[in-house]
C-alpha cells in the first residue's frame, strides 16, 4: 500500500506541475517576459486548468495523510520486532579510571 501511494503521489506531483506550467499566465512580475498569449484551446481552458491544479493539491494534501497513518508502525507489527526498544535495565558498570580517584586525592592534600 505505501508503494501504491508512492506512485500516486509523485504522479500527482508531475501532473500539478505540467498543469501548472500548462495555465495562462494572469500577469505579474512574469507577464513581461513572456510575449506569447494563448493560441490553442477555447477560453474555458484556463478554468479548467486552475481547477485541476486546486483538485491535484487537495489530492496530494490527501494522500500524504493516508500516507501518514499508513506508514505508522502498530503496536504488535511482527516486522518492527527487531526495532523495539527493550525495556530490560542494562548492566552498568562503575567507572574504575584514575580520573575518578584524582578529586579525592586532591581534596587530601588541600588540608
Do not use: H, W
Not at 497513518?69 to 552498568?92: F, G, H, I, R
Not at 574504575?96 to 580517584?101: C, R, S
Amino acid at each position: 500500500m505505501i508503494i501504491t501511494l508512492s506512485i500516486l503521489l509523485i504522479l500527482c506531483a508531475v501532473l500539478l506541475v505540467i498543469v501548472v506550467l500548462a495555465q495562462n499566465s494572469k500577469g505579474g512580475v512574469a507577464d513581461g517576459f513572456s510575449s506569447s498569449t494563448q493560441v490553442i484551446g477555447a477560453k474555458r481552458t484556463g478554468d479548467f486548468l486552475g481547477n485541476l491544479s486546486i483538485g491535484l493539491a487537495i489530492t496530494i494534501l490527501v494522500i500524504c495523510l493516508v500516507f501518514n497513518y499508513a506508514a505508522k508502525p502498530t503496536v504488535n507489527d511482527p516486522e518492527d520486532a527487531d526495532t523495539e526498544m527493550t525495556t530490560e535495565p542494562s548492566e552498568t558498570v562503575a567507572p574504575t579510571t584514575e580520573t575518578d580517584a584524582a578529586p579525592t586525592q586532591m581534596m587530601d592534600t588541600a588540608k
